[in-house]
């Protein structure tokens, strides 16, 4: 009788032991959160979270709870874009928050006008009279290039000299803070050009995250970068011996994940219409939270661009829904708390699970 196993290489491989993709189990979870809200909202508050309850409204989903859970997320998702290949590899970036906050100052500082959309004269420019109206490639160069030269730095302080990545990133993180505070010793900057701010208009957001999404997937799936990301994150030592520039991987991942924060930055100023030192604050926990909820190992070696994105979506439901139930904006905190620890928790879970299997 022939064996029901079979493999590549000598790798087996039992269809009997077949388990669901991580990301099926991400996106039973969303609906599961949906439905959990669905209920509650009915049972409570007697309102609908999915579904349209008003009269003379021709659409059967709530759009407008829609659109504002996909646009509350695609900012910080760009940010958990760059923070999952992060973590894929091994690695971890606490200063992808800050980074937008630093960006963000630069960037809006160099996008100034001379007047506003209503003719009021700018009278204190950030910068001087001399650098206002810029073409508005000068601010958007300047402001990836700041994202951009932080994550190489951090790369650098990682790969060739050693250090932990938790130490280097929590340096950077409050370096870039300081950076955005000094910029303006704290002031937020307005006068921003009608092109610059057109950036972040509309549903912009959530097209710019969808394309860096496919782009990204792409590229940890089907790219010699991707599979290099995930065998550093596996085992490094095995990367090295198989003949990877893990070192040179390595400022490339950090690299991209500080350019995918300052584009983050440029959209989050150009949709509120003013660059402020605040920007970004706790970006980096939500990001990590996003791509651990996805099925992003902190171990590294595992995760993917579709988990974050459910993650994602899961993070943006569970704060719009406790906005639905009307509850106090503290409990939101309260529960961003809950869960990260509860994203860490299942990442644990999820391991020893694997090691079991081993």
Sequence with gaps: MSSSSHGIGGLKYDPKKRERPPELNVFIALVAIVALFEILGRLIIGDSFLFNTRERVDTLFNEQRLKIIILQVSIIGIIALGVTQVIISGGIDLSSGSIVGGAAMITTAFAQS?????????????????WLDLPIIVPLAIGLGVGLLAGIVNGLL???????PFIVTLGMMLFMRGIATFVTKG???????????AIGAGMNPVFIFIGLAILMHFLLKYTRYGKHTYAIGSNEQAARMS??????????????????????????????????AGMGLMYELDAIAMAVIGGTSLA????????????????GVIISGFTFMRLDA???EMAKGIIIVAAVILDQWRA??????A
């Design 114 to 130: 001379a007047m506003n959309e209503y003719g009021m004269e700018n009278v204190k420019p950030i910068l001087g009279a001399e």
């Design 158 to 164: 990682i790969a060739k000299f050693n250090i932990p």
């Design 187 to 197: 002031r937020p900057i307005s006068f921003l050009q009608e092109d610059y701010t």
């Design 243 to 276: 003949g990877i520039k893990v070192d040179r991987l390595k400022v490339l991942i950090y690299s991209i994940a500080g350019l995918l924060s300052a584009l983050a930055a440029i959209v989050m100023s150009s949709k509120a219409l003013t660059g402020q």
């Design 300 to 315: 590294g070696g595992r995760g993917s661009i579709l988990g974050t994105c459910l993650g994602a979506l899961i993070f």
């Design 330 to 332: 503290f409990y939101q």
């Design 352 to 357: 020893q699970k694997q090691a079991a299997k």
